[in-house]
T-cell receptor, first 110, second 113 residues
């Protein structure tokens, strides 16, 4: 997962720009990854997933890229909107549980 | 749509009290999970259950217990609440074949004073 710290990393982007949120994972044998979005006061919501046999997967306005060489995931959000403001975190599939990153706060300003 | 509900959104308890957090899902999911979420630490698994009356410890079970008497309900119990258990508690559920596709409830923010 991401590095542990007391404060969430924050990414501030202007409405309409593209956002890129990064995540480093720990286990080179992990075969499945998920991105979650958590809005203020709500539980995490599934955004998109990717298996380790893929490098890229696209959804609606979102793209996940997987670089297994450096154990790195990124989530790209196209044309970022105010409703995209949230905490985003990745998760990797462990043996019988998900291992979550600490998250990045995305702030969208007009 | 899957719906996972938690009994309280906000809860304030005193040190030493016994605390019950309830979670109910309406999709007949076999698997249910309890996490706590703290700033900078992400989600940490407390307990999970793959079936009725079955429970497994997660990464941080100390100070907690769980109960699953019915398939749709998974309870988290703090036997004697302490201030370091102040946190956001999240419940999740999944079906048996896709345990990693977790659907989360809205969370309970517990403050122990």
């Amino acid at each position: 997962g991401e590095s542990v710290g007391l404060h969430l990393p924050t990414l501030s982007v202007q409405e309409g720009d593209n956002s890129i949120i990064n995540c480093a994972y720990s286990n080179s044998a992990s075969d499945y990854f998920i991105w979650y979005k958590q809005e203020s006061g709500k539980g995490p919501q599934f955004i998109i997933d990717i298996r380790s046999n893929m490098d890229k997967r696209q959804g609606q306005r979102v793209t996940v890229l997987l670089n297994k060489t450096v154990k790195h995931l990124s989530l790209q959000i196209a044309a970022t909107q105010p409703g995209d403001s949230a905490v985003y975190f990745c998760a990797e599939r462990g043996t019988d549980k998900l291992i979550f990153g600490t998250g990045t706060r995305l702030q969208v300003f007009p | 749509d899957v719906k996972v509900t938690q009994s309280s959104r906000y809860l304030v308890k005193r040190t030493g009290e016994k605390v019950f957090l309830e979670c109910v899902q309406d999709m007949d999911h076999e698997n249910m999970f309890w996490y706590r979420q703290d700033p900078g630490l992400g989600l940490r698994l407390i307990y999970f259950s793959y079936d009725v009356k079955m429970k497994e410890k997660g990464d941080i079970p100390e100070g907690y217990s769980v109960s699953r008497e019915k398939k749709e309900r998974f309870s988290l119990i703090l036997e004697s609440a302490s201030t370091n258990q102040t946190s956001m508690y999240l419940c999740a559920s999944t079906d048996r074949g896709h345990w990693y596709e977790q659907y989360f409830g809205p969370g309970t923010r517990l403050t122990v004073t």
